[in-house]
């Protein structure tokens, strides 16, 4: 893998999110496609904790280019706290409301203050944390297709994670006032995002081929420091 672009770290803190256009090479999108494959056949809309379930592709996501992404925002200590593989295609077409990434993956549930909204899924534990993890917590969306308004793109809301943990209501009622903006890539495109960033998708459009088509993106959630004893991420 080579980086074939400077990340666009001026603006994070302020819109919430920025890009690494040209990331990684056609050469590491196909070894990812590669090792992704074995889920086309499940229909599903996402695949979670994915580096648990596919051991190989670890490797390729700590290579070079990833690390040089992540760590001007983290720091060298920055590790991988979660892992999603989403496919949106002909079977799996859904429509993502608008919301922020509240919820983080531990290993076990363990009561402590600020921590709630428990919740299980695919056999793991999820949490709400303090807001103040959430803030200091990094997402990475490697795009291995085209991402375009006609394949259920991701549109974001800037700026929005500076008014921290919403209420659905709220981020509803922002849309009279705030910009919103499509997060158009091509492969090899990795968007940068806060958790607390405001999002949505629509489905892909039901017109023409676009349906043949996939939009497969590989998320990714870092954090650059431990739980409160005794909580551990799920997948460091």
């Not at 295609?89 to 509240?102: G, S």
């Not at 009622?173 to 990795?190: H, M, N, R």
């Not at 949505?200 to 459009?205: E, G, I, M, T, V």
């Amino acid at each position: 893998m080579n980086v074939t672009s400077e990340t666009d770290i001026p603006g994070f803190e302020e819109q919430g999110y920025a890009w690494a256009r040209n990331a990684l090479d056609t050469a590491a999108i196909e070894a990812l496609l590669a090792v992704t494959e074995v889920f086309s056949t499940q229909q599903a809309y996402g695949v979670r904790h994915v580096c648990d379930k596919l051991p190989q592709i670890r490797a390729l996501l700590q290579s070079a280019p990833i690390r040089r992404i992540i760590e001007p925002l983290l720091g060298e200590q920055a590790f991988l706290v979660r892992s999603v593989f989403f496919d949106k295609n002909p079977q799996a077409n859904w429509h993502l409301p608008w919301h922020q990434d509240t919820a983080i993956a531990v290993k076990q549930k363990v009561a402590l203050p600020g921590f709630g909204v428990w919740s299980v899924k695919d056999g793991v534990d999820y949490v709400e944390p303090p807001e103040a993890i959430l803030s200091s917590m990094v997402t990475l969306r490697i795009h291995l297709d085209d991402a375009t308004p006609d394949n259920g793109v991701l549109r974001v809301m800037p700026g929005s994670q500076r008014w921290g943990r919403l209420p659905s209501a709220q981020i509803l009622a922002l849309l009279d006032t705030q910009a919103v903006f499509e997060c158009t890539a091509v492969p090899g495109d990795v968007l940068i995002m806060q958790p607390l960033l405001c999002h949505a998708s629509r489905k892909a459009r039901q017109s023409g081929s676009v349906l043949s088509l996939h939009r497969r993106v590989i998320h990714l959630e870092y954090a650059n420091q431990a739980l409160p004893d005794p909580l551990q991420w799920y997948e460091a």
